[in-house]
């Protein structure tokens, strides 16, 4: 599988936000993306996600198996947790293992792997930020996605939360996973690719 991204660009309205971008993912690779803000992160996230229409270029996934298209082969975590206040975090995820399918972790063990055992029968409103954070990481380990497109996956986690977000990217690239992760704090994982943003 690769993930590829040939002289991709995107656009906010009618202005162009950014253009040009070109990259190329294996199996076990990632690519942090940095950048001033309003230099396009997360609408580069997004155009890669299908949430966005791609202006100009392409974004591509070889050899993806049973999945299309990068859309359809990704996890993606944007600002909005994507959790109904009203629900319980299991009933929260349970929902996300149901729609995504291809279920992996069940949702007490995602929990307990961002260290919140104990939690997953509170309703998400109840949840401090950054417990809201670590729940919607746990959503990336109820169902399997190869490609991990992140915005901002450290905003609002204690440094304990940061390391355990770090243990378990690595361990999704060790695993032959693709990672994109938009940030403006270090991530912690080793090896991976840089790609900075410029506000045109
Ligand atoms: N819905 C929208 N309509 C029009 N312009 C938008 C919209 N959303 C974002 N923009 C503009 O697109 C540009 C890029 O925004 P984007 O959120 O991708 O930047 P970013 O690099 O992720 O920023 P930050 O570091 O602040 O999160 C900004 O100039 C922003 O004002």
Redesign the pocket.
Known sequence: MRLIADRLG?D??S?I??SDISFSLAQGDGLVVT????????????VMAGLLPVARGSIRLEDGGEFEDVAAACHYLG?ENGMKTALTVTENLLFWQDFLGAPRLAPDEALEAVGLDGIGHLPFGYLSTGQRRRSSIARLLVSHRPIWLL??PTAGLDKASERRLAGLMTAHLAEGGILVA?T?LPLGVEGMQALE?E?L
């Open positions: 995107g906010r309205g202005e936000v950014f950048g001033a803000n309003g230099s396009g992160k997360s609408t580069l996230l997004r600002h915005d901002e938009a403006h943003m506000v």
